[in-house]
């Protein structure tokens, strides 16, 4: 704790500075330079490039063949051309893996190809992707296994909750929601429509109601219907505010108490995400002992990439995607599958 | 993960320094690390590249005729071309001389379309509109029941019913008409840019409404794809402008540059929170220096203002500068601070602190805050006052009574002292030795946005400041200090 108060006296220290030095620097004010609008940056978006094209970066030319046929045709040996190592690097920039993944994955390349250009980007980002992906269905003994859904705002935890429950009930268990969402206007609502459609119970409290007793309701409700599994739904939350992570923890804090017992607590991530996605992730690791991820909106045009980043860096997983509106749009994770749509062009 | 772009410059600009003016070589080197720090900020591919042009024209023609390092040269530039591009001339919200004036929001799933369509109804009766709001999103179940209690709780009328969106969106503005509202903000369903027949839906509820405006309300934290979407909507909608939300997240923002480059046009309001009231007209300079990592010391001394009490941090920061300052003001100032959100998160935004500050402030623990304050209240009055009364067996007690132990309470008053003699230090050389480029990014800011009035207590700090004795020259010594303290967390 030594050095925390040397930096509190600077973080107090800088922003009386900050506020000092803005009131004395306040003069009369000139009006702005008035710029015309600036024409648009970039007239065409380009393309991405397939793997296997070295010259497709000049060109641009989207391709029309399916490249995963190509890939299998690709006989590129030994070391990575400045072109294709361009290629291969805007590929991946582009399908939001990041920087610096991105850089390892060239890194790991750069030892020499063997399987192609394509075959080789896949194989390793098919290393960074091989974590466990089971998911627990069964607490110990006596106890009520719970689902807990955490996430920042808009990324579809209410929808996806609201799919696993259905996938759960055709399964033969009986669900039992909770609807922890007590801050969202209607976010409760939004859930209840989903628990009628699933025919899963549902445990509602009105907006504002700590969230933690909604879920202790859920679990008292769940005890006395034998019910086999509750899946609880949580507010919405930016991952930089530490008194809503706090909030969160003593969430699960309280779905972790006898009867319940948190079997997996999954964040929710919307594939559109860029590098935020990452931070979300270690903040929520760090609050919620986050076990797996699931990625949603995976059917618009946006790949996801940054999943691979925060499956290196902080061991979690995937565990479900979602594809699409309807319920069986909501599918399990396979990394095959994953990294081939992120190499498709 | 994300290396301000200053950071790297100055990794760089050893080479840099030695010489006047950028070589070829140099503005190689230094633009390679832009585009690194564009890419860890989401702007997308293609935008950085046309960005990186349009900045390597600028450094061509640059004179060498300025005081600055070539380094600072390069942040310069791009954070020039960045609020070039972000929009010099903002959109001037104008109304349709036959109201109501139509508002149409469009955007992919979540990106907050529903709360930003209250909010734009309060900022539009913030102006002295009369808005209306109508909800066609008829997809996501409980959107219309979302608005609703939004627009409630901010006594706006919500008009929707289960029909069809565009039969929903043709006869809210119809309504509003003869309601005599004059603003009408029109929800629609998200959906996914590649979705032909929402897509398709949209476009039918502009036909049918006609709209003045049409924003695409985007996400801050969007990735690559941002362009996609941006140009989707445009393509079939013609935006006028585009609200960006999330900012209140620590995402550097980049999509709000991706979507600008491919449309061209303006960013007209951000929304900071999920509440309805935390919406603004936007500041390109603000998301310009997020962008570069430059720290935002605006939005900074925005949430400084907000959620701090003027009068508590103007008291006891008198007192610091007087040297009086106690125990019981910094448990003061201590809690003052944690209002605003966590401490790696605060550094984030604050300009000119190092990598290793930004390290050390990201790894204090909530606990040992906690732990902090449990030490503090544990003693008496007489004892926060004055430290030096504490003897060994007042230590043992308050040990006893924090649950911590007696070396704790040691570091902590020894820690303390030192941060006092800091502090009477600064006291005593004024305020600008503090880092330079602190001051130099407040004073940036201060220009930046004059029209804002700091509150009384602020301003009577300021005062009580500008009595002591006025700018020495930034003074490297201090800096390299307090940077050293922070530095090593040794024992523990």
Redesign the interface.
């Known amino acids: 704790m030594t050095y925390v108060l040397v930096v509190v006296a600077l973080v107090v220290v800088a922003l009386v500075a900050l506020v000092v030095v803005r009131s004395r620097t306040r003069r009369p004010v000139l009006a702005p330079p008035v710029a015309p609008l600036p024409e648009v940056l970039v007239e065409e978006v380009a393309a991405r490039p397939s793997l296997d094209e070295p010259d497709a970066l000049r060109t641009r030319l989207a391709s029309s063949r399916g490249v995963l046929d190509r890939l299998r045709n690709l006989s590129g040996e030994g070391a990575l051309s400045r072109e294709q190592r361009d290629v291969v690097e805007e590929v991946l920039l582009r399908s939001d893996l990041g920087v610096s993944t991105t850089r390892a994955v060239l890194e790991q390349l750069d030892q020499g190809v063997h399987l192609g250009v394509a075959g080789e980007v896949r194989r390793v980002l098919l290393e960074f992707l091989d974590r466990d992906r089971g998911v627990r269905l069964v607490a110990d003994p006596g106890r009520i296994p719970v689902w807990l859904f955490v996430g920042v705002n808009g990324v579809g935890k209410t929808t996806t909750i609201g799919k696993l429950a259905q996938h759960h009930v055709d399964e033969g268990r009986h669900v039992v929601l909770a609807a922890g969402d007590t801050f969202r206007a209607a976010a409760a609502d939004q859930l209840a429509l989903w628990a009628e459609r699933a025919s899963a119970d549902i445990v509602r409290a009105t907006e504002g109601a700590d969230p933690g007793s909604v879920i202790h309701d859920a679990l008292g409700r769940a005890g006395a219907r034998h019910a086999d599994i509750v899946l609880a739904d949580t507010a919405g939350r930016r991952a930089n505010n530490t008194n809503l992570l706090d909030e969160l923890r003593k969430v699960r804090r309280v779905a972790d108490r006898d009867p319940g017992q948190v079997v997996e607590t999954l964040l929710v991530l919307d594939a559109t995400t860029g590098q935020n996605a990452l931070s979300q992730a270690r903040e929520f690791l760090a609050a919620a002992e986050v076990t797996g991820i699931v990625l949603t909106k995976l059917d618009g045009t946006a790949r996801g990439g940054i999943v691979v980043a925060i499956e290196r860096e902080l061991g979690i997983p995937v565990k479900f995607v979602g594809v699409g509106e309807r319920v069986e749009d909501l599918r399990v994770f396979v990394p095959e599958d994953f990294v081939d749509s992120l190499l498709a062009p | ?2 290396d301000a772009l200053s950071d790297r410059l100055e990794r760089l600009s050893a080479s840099l320094r030695s010489r006047g003016r950028l070589s070829p070589g140099d503005i190689d080197a230094a633009l390679e690390e832009v585009r ?1 720090a564009l ?4 702007v ?4 950085v590249r ?2 990186l042009d ?1 900045v390597r024209t600028r450094l061509v023609g640059a004179s060498l005729a300025t005081s600055l390092t070539p380094g600072q040269q390069v942040i310069k530039a791009v954070h020039e071309q960045l609020i ?2 972000l ?3 903002p959109l001037k919200v104008t109304y349709a001389s036959r109201p109501p004036t139509v508002v149409l929001l469009a955007g ?5 379309k529903t709360t930003a369509a209250a909010a734009l109804a309060q900022w539009f009766k913030a102006q002295g509109r009369q808005p209306y709001l109508v909800a066609a999103d008829l997809q ?4 219309v ?6 627009g409630d709780s901010i006594g706006v009328d919500v008009y929707s019913e289960p029909s069809d969106p565009v039969s929903v969106a043709r006869e809210g503005v119809e309504r509003a008409r003869r309601l005599g509202r004059d603003v009408v903000i029109v929800d629609t369903a998200g959906r ?3 979705d032909a027949p929402l897509m398709a839906e949209v476009r039918a509820i502009s036909d049918a409404t006609s709209p003045h405006y049409t924003f695409l309300v985007i ?1 801050a ?9 941006a ?1 989707a909507f445009h393509d079939s909608l013609s935006l006028s402008g585009l609200i960006v939300t ?1 900012l ?5 923002g ?2 709000v540059l991706s979507a ?5 046009r ?1 960013v007209v309001f951000a929304s900071t929170g ?1 509440k309805v009231g935390d919406f603004e007209l936007f500041h390109p300079d603000r998301i310009a220096s997020r962008i570069l990592g430059m720290g935002d ?1 605006l939005s ?2 925005e949430r ?2 907000a959620t ?1 009490d003027a009068d508590v ?1 103007a008291n006891s ?1 008198s007192r610091l500068m007087s040297g009086q300052f106690t125990l019981e003001d ?1 448990l003061a ?2 809690n ?3 209002k605003m ?3 790696g ?3 984030k935004l ?1 300009p000119g ?1 190092t990598k290793e ?1 930004r390290n ?2 990201s790894n ?1 623990d ?1 606990r ?2 906690n ?2 304050e449990a030490i503090i209240q544990s003693m008496t009055p007489r004892e926060r006052r004055d430290p030096a009364v504490l003897d060994g067996s007042r230590r043992t007690r308050i040990a006893a009574g924090s649950g911590t132990s007696v070396n ?1 309470v040691n ?2 008053l020894k ?2 002292g ?2 006092k003699k ?2 009477r230090q ?1 006291a005593g050389g004024g ?1 600008p030795n ?1 880092p330079g480029k ?2 130099r990014a ?2 940036m ?3 930046a946005d ?2 804002r009035e ?1 509150p009384a207590g ?2 009577a ?2 005062a009580g ?2 009595a002591g004795s006025p700018a020495p020259s930034p003074s490297g010594k201090n800096k390299k200090k ?1 940077g050293g ?2 530095t ?5």
């Open positions: 993960m994300f690194t890419l860890e900020a989401d997308e591919l293609t935008v046309a960005f349009a070039e591009v929009g010099a001339t992919l799933q979540g990106a907050g996501r179940p409980a959107a029941e979302q608005l609703r209690v939004l996914l840019a590649v996400d934290v969007t990735g690559q794809d941002a362009v996609h979407t140009r999330k209140d997240y620590d995402a550097r980049g999509a600008r480059g491919v449309v061209g303006p999920e010391a900074l001394i400084a203002e701090m941090v920061a910094f100032q201590l003052q601070v944690r959100g966590s401490f998160g605060l550094m604050m602190v500050m050390a402030a204090v909530d040992e805050l732990k902090i704790a570091q902590l820690q303390f030192e941060m800091m502090m600064m305020m503090l602190l001051g407040a004073q800011a201060a220009r004059r029209s700091v602020f301003e700090l300021g400041l500008r307090k303290r922070v090593p967390p040794k024992q523990r």
